[in-house]
């Protein structure tokens, strides 16, 4: 009985000790298995169909000694679908979820992303890829991707070449910007073009238009009658009311009394032709003197230059001549001193008239009054005449019903508007308020003979010329621009 038991023992002693054997076995080999795996890198088995699909979607970039991650499972997918990962060999699970929030940019010995789902195809679209230097060459682009570079031309890092623009959108823009001019006047070919929309040098006149406005300025300002002052409108006793400061008064005594003339030198007059010359940097090399002498009657504004190199190009004949005061206080001293340069200046006018606004301004009487003194001191032929100011402040008040809201409407609106009255055919000359030419935009002096920039805050000059382009526009009265020989 005894000898039974120990031999059921004894039996039961080897199966425990197979078992423990085969248990260490396994346990051999599943170790050696292990190590075996992490010390080598292993290689990616053979896409299944699957994959290759998604080779078509997005082309995948590998380099020299980076491994290509093995076929992910279907939930790995699902992930690559909302960020796309870079993993390495033994990564932990925390790892690759980082990745997922924010993609890591890989260098040399790194592994490369493998084909991008198409999350990653729909960026491509927005930007274009850049390869390196070790990288492989993209294959030929299905046509999925030929569209995305319509979208966005890509750009190579060795020996970089970029895409030429598309030639659809450059023509696009071409058409929105305007060809440069040939000069850079920062932007003045768009101002001039507008300035000049309505203007054409196939002018005609139209006699009803010239009618009907030169019928208003004669009821509203009456300038055949009232823009000299003379002893016919003027009696002594009477008080001159200054227009540009309406609270200042001058009566007239005896002894002005007599510097007046006697009556209006424009009444029971009408000339054919009349030219109104401006001061303006554009008519310079304009060739204009042979069409403004041309003329029967012409204005001139503050005693500008007309001999020597001027002369081709503004003409000499002179009927009226304004001065501005300050041209007398600044250039000659407001006549205090020495007058002979000032009656030299004067020669070159011949008998012509000089008009004077003596009673705009307070400060103007007495300069004024002194050249008219100093005029008759050397027996100079010309005759010395003063604005009325109860003509001008009626002529302000006729070109704010027209738009203009100037302090005081330019000495040259001033003759133009007198000019209107007294002759048929107005021809303006260097009225351009730009410092630009109209034609080629080269740059120009604020005059033709100077460049001394204008008082601000006064005048409104391209408002006033856009109200002469107006009345060219409707035939009343010609602007002339440019050279006259090609007009």
Not at 292 to 305: E, H, K, M, T
Request: hydrophobic share 30%; with cysteine; glycine share 4%.
């Amino acid at each position: 009985m005894s000898g039974l038991v120990w031999e059921r023992g004894s039996i039961r002693g080897q199966r425990l000790q197979l078992l423990l054997g085969f248990m260490l076995v396994a346990l051999f080999l599943w170790t050696l298995l292990t190590t075996f795996i992490s010390s080598d890198s292993h290689v990616e088995p053979h896409r299944p169909p699957a994959q290759k699909k998604s080779e078509k979607k997005a082309p995948s970039v590998s380099s020299d000694n980076i491994h290509v991650e093995p076929h992910r499972p279907p939930a790995q997918k699902e992930s690559e679908k909302k960020a796309p990962s870079v993993s390495s060999d033994n990564r932990p699970p925390a790892q690759k979820e980082s990745e997922k929030k924010a993609p890591s940019v890989s260098s040399d010995n790194s592994h490369v992303e493998p084909d991008r789902p198409p999350a990653q195809k729909e960026s491509e679209k927005k930007a274009p890829s850049v390869s390196s230097d070790n990288n492989h060459v993209e294959p030929h682009r299905p046509p999925a991707q030929k569209k995305s570079e319509k979208k966005a031309p890509s750009v190579s890092s060795d020996n970089i070449h970029v895409e030429p623009p598309n030639a659809p959108a450059q023509k696009e823009s071409e058409k929105k910007a305007p060809s440069a001019p040939s000069y850079n006047c920062n932007g003045c070919k768009t101002v001039i073009d507008k300035v000049l929309k309505n203007y054409s040098q196939t002018w005609t006149k139209q006699e009803v238009n010239y009618q009907k406005f030169r019928s208003q300025l004669k009821t509203k300002c009456n300038g055949i009658d009232k823009a000299i002052i003379t002893q016919a409108n003027t009696p002594v006793g009477s008080k001159l009311v200054y227009d540009g400061e309406r609270n200042k008064v001058y009566q007239v005594n005896s002894e002005l009394f007599k510097t007046f003339v006697k009556e209006s030198p424009f009444s029971n007059k009408t000339w054919d032709t009349c030219a109104v010359v401006g001061s303006g940097g554009i008519l310079a090399n304009s060739s204009c003197g042979k069409a403004i002498d041309s003329a029967q009657f012409v204005i001139r504004c503050n005693l500008p230059p007309v001999e020597n190199e001027f002369k081709a190009h503004v003409g000499s004949k002179t009927e009226i001549v304004t001065a501005n005061p300050s041209i007398l206080i600044e250039k000659y001293g407001s006549l205090s001193g020495h007058r002979r340069p000032f009656v030299e200046s004067l020669h070159k006018y011949g008998n012509s008239m000089l008009l004077l606004p003596a009673f705009s301004y307070t400060v103007n009487t007495p300069v004024c009054l002194r050249a008219l003194y100093t005029i008759e001191d050397f027996e100079i032929p010309i005759q010395t005449v003063f604005f009325n100011p109860k003509y001008l402040q009626s002529l302000d008040e006729f070109w704010r019903t027209q738009g203009l809201k100037a302090i005081r409407p330019s000495t040259g609106l001033m003759m133009v508007s007198l000019a209107l009255e007294i002759c048929s055919n107005v021809h303006l000359y260097g009225f351009w308020p730009f410092s630009n030419h109209p034609h080629g935009f080269q740059p120009l002096n604020n005059h033709y003979y100077d460049n001394k920039p204008p008082v601000k805050g006064v005048h409104a000059m391209p408002v006033e010329f856009n109200l002469l382009l107006q009345l060219h526009s409707q035939g009343v009265l010609r602007v002339h621009l440019g050279q006259c020989g090609k007009q």
